[in-house]
């Protein structure tokens, strides 16, 4: 809430929504979690597609200072899928506790169903949320599954935080769930307002309600399911509810939310409006005649968008001017915002229970008493380890006790006390803990002493376990190996050679030979005039990267020369893979370099598409 409030109580607040794609990218991106949510200055923000999980709710990422928060997290793993929803509502408050704050709410629910409390299906409450009882309870818990939605009570109005599902138009599985999900929840809103509740709704639905609010709508445009359901919700269609920013700007066109996040679109501004907040109900005055009198009359002083949030900002390279190698920092979405004003206090109240500073991973599991004892008895055994290896160096201690620990730990039984396998046991009994001490002492002495003797060989050793673990190998690894296994035949023959490199101009293919009887290896040294002595390592490791350099020319070469050239501006095209699921789907093509864009300007993507071959080119 504004602190700049009248004496009256009446106050001013700020409301934002914004699809974040992904929450810790875009703390990376502001450097804290308080950087971006002081970024907007607002009193209640709310995030969409989080992209945590339950377990990964930590304390960077759920609590900031002077701000409370409420999670709901994806709980299923269909298609194997995890993390890839979620949504959050951070209030910003002068205290937690005994708030008469309108931000801070008074109730707070994970999900629209009423079945999840904290994350999980409540065994002690079956009962679902009102209005919900003639749907199945199995239907109710798939809608609310994938943390999509948070409701917050905030006294004067009930606000709900919503990640709308996106649904392809040929995928009927989706489709059918986002139907069931818009049916319960519109079941849930008319339950309230039936209860005289003031409505406010958030998020992205992932529905453009009309056609000013996409670019270039296609015929089958208003025939789409989902725009009829949201356009029957709205205020002039026989609905209650108010779109506040059209509300605001009935006819401003261009009025974008969320453009491709791989086409470059935000360049053109090439987009659609699926960021919404909308709202329902009387105002807050009392005594007041009910005509001309609702929400956004008397109580909305402003709402808009938030573009200096887009990715693409003017004085940006062109993506087909080398643009493409740059990532574009931020969210594919733009947040919305609205100012309330003439908002009054409500009484007195804590911060609700399912607020993340009440989370297990922030606040720490309460411990018992006979873990304590037990974790006591642990550290006086490990004390007692550390005093019976004193004679050894002090890096061998510490190593013989650390292993003590972790014995003393594992063979602790329910009561508290330690079994006889533990490391202080063991060591008051026979001493075996040092002498296995002193053995590694022993054993990593004599490997220190190896890797001085023959620095070389244990280098190569390294090496070849590095590749065992399977990492990435670059371009020059190849032509490396290549030279390493001529240089073993050239060791095992006793003698020394050159890599003669021939660079041939219809081809450019390079070859390595090596002479393995006398006479060619006189005629390989005579007409070099090098005497068979250790080669110099400076010239083999420049030798090896002019072999990589040359090759790596040629195969961008024989790459620019399969690229086809698009039709409008005659550029080079770039490659894409399919990866929508069917008969294409891994299937390579071509498309134009530019940006997407209206297709009346000449300077946006021409439309040229072309498939790949199949067969590649030699």
């Known amino acids: 809430m504004s602190s700049d409030a009248p004496e009256d109580g009446e106050r001013t607040m700020k409301l934002v929504t914004y699809n974040v794609n992904g929450l810790r990218q875009r703390i990376s991106q502001f450097g804290s979690l308080l950087r971006l949510l002081g970024s907007f200055d607002a009193d209640i923000i709310c995030f969409q597609e989080t992209k945590l999980r339950r377990q990964e709710l930590t304390a960077d990422v759920v609590m900031a200072e002077g701000y409370e928060s409420f999670f709901s997290c994806t709980r299923t793993s269909d298609k194997g899928r995890t993390g890839y929803a979620g949504v959050a509502t951070f209030c910003r408050v002068r205290s937690a506790f005994s708030s008469r704050e309108v931000a801070l709410p ?18 002690n409450q079956t009962r679902v949320a009102g209005g919900l009882e003639d749907f199945a309870e199995d239907d109710l818990l798939q809608v609310d599954s994938e943390g999509r939605c948070v409701i917050t009570d905030h006294g004067h109005f009930v606000l709900f935080n919503i ?30 307002l039936q209860q005289g509740r003031r409505l406010f709704v958030v998020g992205d639905l992932n529905i453009a309600p009309a056609a000013i609010d996409r ?69 807050l005055h009392e005594d007041c005649d009910p005509l001309g009198h609702n929400l956004v009359a008397c109580h909305v002083k402003d709402c808009d968008i938030l573009t200096i949030y887009k990715r ?5 390279t062109p993506r087909w001017k080398g643009g493409w190698s740059t990532k574009l920092e931020g969210s594919d979405h733009a947040p919305v915002y609205v ?83 533990s490391c202080a046991s063991s060591n008051q009994k026979s001493g ?48 490396q190996r290549s030279s390493d296994s001529c240089n073993k035949d050239e060791k095992s023959s006793g003698n020394f050679s050159l890599n003669v490199v021939h660079t041939q101009k219809s081809d450019d293919q390079t070859n390595c030979n090596f ?27 420049k030798g090896k990267n002019n072999v990589a350099l040359l090759e790596w020319q040629r195969i961008q070469q024989l790459m620019q020369n399969s690229i086809p050239l698009c039709k409008g501006h005659s550029e080079p095209c770039v490659s894409r893979v399919v990866k929508k699921a069917g008969p294409n789907f891994g299937r390579r093509f071509y498309t134009c370099p530019r940006a997407e864009g209206p297709a009346s300007n000449p300077e946006a993507n021409c439309s040229f598409f072309k498939w790949a071959s199949s067969k590649s080119k030699q």
């Open 106 to 123: 008074v109730a707070a629910e994970e999900g629209f169903t009423g079945l999840l409390r904290n994350g999980r299906k409540d065994e």
């Open 432 to 479: 075996s803990v040092n002498l296995e001490a002193h053995e590694q002492s022993h054993n990593v002495t004599a490997v220190g002493a190896s890797d001085i003797a023959d620095g070389n060989q244990y280098s190569e050793v390294k090496k070849k376990a590095k590749k065992g673990q399977g990492s990435q190998l670059s371009l020059r690894s190849f032509f």
């Open 215 to 283: 670019c270039e709508a296609g015929p089958d445009f208003e025939k789409n399911e989902f725009r009829k359901w949201l356009r029957s919700m709205l205020v002039g269609n026989g609905g209650p509810f108010f779109d506040i920013f059209r509300a605001k700007h009935p006819d401003r066109k261009d009025a974008y939310t969320c453009w491709p996040s791989n086409t470059g679109a935000e360049q053109f501004n090439f987009g659609s409006r699926i960021d919404h907040i909308l709202c329902t109900g009387s105002c």
């Open 339 to 421: 100012c309330l004003e003439g908002i009054v206090d409500v009484s007195q109240h804590d911060t609700p229970s399912i607020s993340a500073r009440y989370f297990p991973t922030i606040r720490g599991i309460q411990q018992t008493i006979v873990s304590v004892l037990m974790k006591r008895q642990v550290s006086e055994q490990v004390e007692v380890c550390r005093m019976s290896t004193s004679c050894l160096e002090e890096d061998v201690t510490i190593r013989s006790c650390s292993r003590g620990t972790k014995i003393s730990f594992d063979d602790c039984d329910p009561s508290g006390s330690l079994s006889s396998k």
């Open 312 to 316: 693409w900002k003017p004085g940006n």
């Open 163 to 192: 990640y709308g599902p996106r649904a392809d138009s040929d995928d009927a599985e989706r489709t059918d769930f986002k139907l069931k999900f818009y049916k319960i929840l519109q079941r849930r809103w008319e339950y309230l």
């Open 515 to 541: 002479a393995n009887d006398e006479d060619s290896r006189s005629i390989q040294q005579n007409d070099l005039n090098i005497s068979a002595s250790p080669l110099d390592q400076s010239s083999v490791g």
